[in-house]
């Protein structure tokens, strides 16, 4: 939502000021600048990047206008790792076999929609689970093998906003290129009459007005809202880790998913009273 408010500031705002000026609008509607500049764009994206790497850009960007995690989020977490630790302490690890062969299918992770959609984040999870039933890892190698994951996953996802980074690096560069076979025109017709030439030499400027603009208006910033997200969906398995190392070193439960808040940012932590009521509504289910 906070990318289309501020898209909408960008725009208005440029727009708003130019027609304040004493512009026009019709002058920057030039549809032969716009192909250049955006289709040469595309074409770049498409030299620089496999084809996962573009699909999971426009992925990534369906996901972030929808928003990143929330405080809710993250005690829906906790409170289903806690539920999970509770029936290993209960029923023995032999009882998590049912829950985390498939996921889908538990009546506890069924409980938790924002965790079981992020197909990742439960592959992750209950991996992670089986490694720990078959108790022949040390948590120092358990720890290893996490941080590995997370680093991988990290980078693999971070991926689609360095591609979007370098469109908006490329686009001002673009705009130019642009504007270049516009004065080009522009010469060719260098003997017409005045307001003929300087509504080509207009019309080529709108070229570079839009690259610039679509690379720090647009571009520049959704890479970086790209980039942030991927460090939140960091700081989930990160959050997942610590519960998962603490749990397998032997602590109770609770004590396991109070190491994973602690991992948290402020501002989606969710208070250690909050979580411990959460929890213990949990027992009573």
């Known amino acids: 939502m906070l990318i289309i408010v501020g898209s909408i500031i960008v725009l208005a705002s440029v727009t708003v000021g130019y027609m ?85 299918e538990s009546e506890i992770f069924k409980r938790y929609p924002t965790f079981l959609s992020n197909h990742h984040a439960s592959t992750f999870f209950s991996d992670t ?29 971070g991926l689609p906003s360095e591609a979007l980074s370098s469109v908006a690096d490329a686009l001002p560069g673009l705009g130019i290129v642009a504007a270049v076979l516009g004065i080009v025109i522009t ?7 005045p307001s003929e030439i300087g509504q080509s030499v207009a019309a080529a400027l709108v070229g570079t007005f839009l690259g610039i603009f679509a690379s720090y208006g647009f571009f520049g910033p959704l890479a970086r ?6 460090n939140d969906t960091k700081q989930y398995f990160s959050c997942m880790k610590f519960a998962l190392l603490s ?6 439960g609770v004590i396991a998913v109070e190491f994973a ?5 402020a501002e989606v932590r969710p208070g250690f009273i909050e979580l411990e009521d959460a929890c213990d509504k949990a027992k009573r289910r």
């Open 225 to 230: 809202s790209l980039a942030l997200r991927n």
């Open 187 to 193: 010469m060719a017709h260098i003997d017409g009459p």
């Open 247 to 252: 749990f397998h070193k032997g602590v109770a």
């Open 261 to 265: 808040r602690r991992s948290l940012y």
């Open 20 to 104: 304040w000026h004493g512009g026009k609008l019709l002058a920057l509607h030039q549809p032969s600048e716009v192909l250049i500049i955006f289709g040469a764009a595309l074409g770049a994206l498409i030299i620089a990047n496999p084809m996962s790497v573009i699909k999971n850009l426009i992925s990534q960007i369906t996901g972030v206008l929808k928003g990143g995690y929330v405080k809710q989020d993250y005690e829906d977490l906790l409170v289903m790792m806690f539920e999970v630790f509770n029936i290993a302490r209960r029923d023995g690890l032999v009882g998590l076999e049912s829950h985390i062969e498939k996921p889908e």
């Open 129 to 157: 689970m089986r490694v720990i039933i078959t108790g022949s890892v040390q948590p120092h190698d358990l720890e290893d093998m996490m941080d590995e994951d997370i680093a991988v996953m990290h980078e693999e996802e």
